[in-house]
């Protein structure tokens, strides 16, 4: 006869199942949870976090994404100078007729 198994379960829906493949998965959610109500200490700490990853990104942008030597416009200046390159050729094809 043949075997018969049992049905797998879905782990994102069976959290005693997400539990024997991801030890301490519970732990995590409540913490996640936490994370997003007002007032709790979790929340504070990922406000807190997310300012000082905010505000990291922004003197980052401030130094390196300002001035002449930002990628933009070093890309333009590459054609700028091709394009003088094309322009003086045009005036000595001119020039010689």
């Known amino acids: 006869a043949p075997k018969k198994f049992e049905m797998k379960k879905n782990a994102l829906k069976n959290k005693d199942e997400m539990e024997k493949l991801n030890p301490g998965?519970?732990?995590?959610?409540?913490?996640?949870?936490?994370?997003?109500?007002?007032?709790t200490a979790e929340q504070k700490a990922a406000a807190e976090s997310k300012k000082?990853?905010?505000?990291?990104?922004?003197?980052?942008?401030?130094?390196?994404?300002?001035?002449?030597?930002?990628?933009?416009k070093t890309l333009m200046k590459a054609f700028e100078a091709k394009a003088k390159a094309a322009e003086e050729k045009e005036a000595e094809g001119e020039d010689d007729e």
């Open 52 to 72: 000082s990853r905010v505000q990291a990104s922004k003197e980052h942008n401030k130094k390196h994404k300002k001035g002449d030597d930002s990628f933009y």
């Open 25 to 39: 998965s519970t732990e995590q959610r409540g913490l996640r949870r936490k994370s997003h109500e007002k007032g």
